[in-house]
């Protein structure tokens, strides 16, 4: 499995909204609903905020969706906050795990 | 709580071995599969493998099989990471990160659609490898 495409920087203003895309193939992103996300601070480990797609785990604020269309799926923060400032890596079962390349969010 | 603490930093030359380790506490240890990932130094997220701490069976990225090898101690709750022969190019930080679900098994074989997430994660432990 190759690396799944993310941008490698995405910027907001705090309040506003914005969305970081997932490319990946019909074999893996498009074929299972088995994509999660990872927020990870400089110098931490990363954190998870989305699962199968779309689910948030305990503690993650609504302002994190997750979803997916054809072979390209989604991570929208909306609300921005400074603290939301991190990378992003989303993540794609179908059989082993692929990490995409990473996006990195900057609060303006 | 649900708690993976990874042991220390370590400084290593090529060729020598090296063993890291993952403590886990907060569930049954034996009940859910953990994995390891590798990130480079400035760079994203790599799946090395995975085991099931129960029987010990492991699945490794076909990017590390052969170069790493993946065990648990069960009498520790604790799992490991080692290189018989480090390179320079193994200077990174690894993070262990038990599976979020339990898999499903159709006779002999497993499908990890519903346990296909990483949480939580431990610290990391940041290897170098320099002469």
């Known amino acids: 499995q190759s690396a799944l495409t993310q941008p490698r920087s995405v910027s907001g203003s705090p309040g506003q909204s914005v969305t970081i895309s997932c490319t990946g193939t019909?074999?893996?992103?498009?074929?299972?609903?088995?994509v999660s996300w990872y927020q990870q601070h400089p110098g931490k480990a990363p954190k998870l905020m989305i699962y199968?797609?779309?689910k948030r785990p305990s503690g993650v604020p609504d302002r994190f969706s997750g979803s997916n269309s054809g072979n390209t799926a989604s991570l929208t923060i909306s609300g921005l906050q400074a603290e939301d400032e991190a990378d992003y890596y989303c993540?794609?079962?179908?059989?082993?795990?692929?990490f995409g390349g990473g996006t990195r969010l900057t609060v303006l | 709580e649900v708690q993976l603490v990874q042991s220390g930093a370590e400084v290593k030359k090529p060729g020598e071995s090296l063993k890291i380790s993952c403590k886990i506490s907060?569930?049954?240890?034996?009940?859910?599969?953990i994995g390891w990932v590798r990130q480079m130094p400035g760079k994203g997220l790599e799946w090395m493998g995975i085991i099931y701490a129960g029987d010990s069976d492991t699945r490794y990225s076909p990017s590390f099989q052969g170069q790493v090898i993946i065990s648990v101690d069960k009498s520790s709750n604790t799992a490991h990471l080692q290189w018989s022969s480090l390179k320079a190019s193994d200077t990174a930080m690894y993070y262990c990160?038990?599976?979020?679900?339990?898999?499903?098994?159709?006779?002999?074989?497993?499908?990890?659609?519903?346990?296909?997430?990483?949480?939580?994660w431990g610290q990391g432990t940041l290897v170098t490898v320099s002469s």
């Open positions: 019909s074999s893996d992103v498009g074929a299972y609903d088995y």
């Open positions: 990160a038990r599976l979020g679900g339990l898999p499903q098994w159709f006779g002999d074989l497993v499908s990890f659609g519903t346990a296909n997430w990483f949480d939580p």
């Open positions: 993540c794609s079962y179908a059989g082993s795990w692929v």
């Open positions: 907060g569930y049954t240890f034996t009940s859910y599969w």
């Open positions: 199968d797609v779309s």
